[in-house]
């Protein structure tokens, strides 16, 4: 199996996309950590921890207590439409940033050391297709996302040379229920199903992909 022998922890593992990552990592043979800002969630699908990804200590203790582990996938992020860029209000800009970049540079800041000293490892992160360009009323997640995908390109260039690989996946529209409820109208068919996305984060997490380095690769539907 294409993750046996690997312990890969998986942020935002309580949501749709977090859930599915753990379930195709377990799956494919790797033992899963699981984190997520919900209170108590639990898991069939390995340990799990609560914590707020915003909090710098908090993160850092989280991964002491993990300890060793082989592969990160940083699934914790959100979206929101948004009023035009003047007039976006700081509350949504800084929760859109907490939530997508904040959280990922936390957990990059307590994780990439361990990594580093076993001179082996994979970080997937995820930005968005979306954010390949600004586009209208979405200004502050474009924004975010494309912190993400910057991120993941400097990161991959400082560490590659320890052994350790660091890409992101940039999804199309992901078929959720929020998204569904969000856009009862749509053509649901034309949407990425999770676990399409979560094949592909395994795929980068796994030897298989260790040399892919600071890729941005997008996943789209199959239409």
Known sequence: MRLAGKKVVVTGGAGILG???????????AEVVLLDVVPNFESTLGAT???DLTDREAVTHCFTEIGEFHGLANIAGGFDMGPTVYETEEVLWDQLFDINVTTLRNVLRAAVPTLIAQKRGSIVNVGALGALRGSGNMGAYTSAKSVVMRLTEALSDEVKEHGVNVNAVLPSLIDTPRNRADMPDADFTQWLHPDDLAAVVCFLASDDAKAVHGALLPVTALV
Do not use: E, K, Q
Request: no cysteine; aromatic share 8%.
């Open 19 to 29: 859930d599915a990552v753990a379930r195709r990592a377990a799956g494919d043979g």
């Open 49 to 51: 921890y609560t914590l």
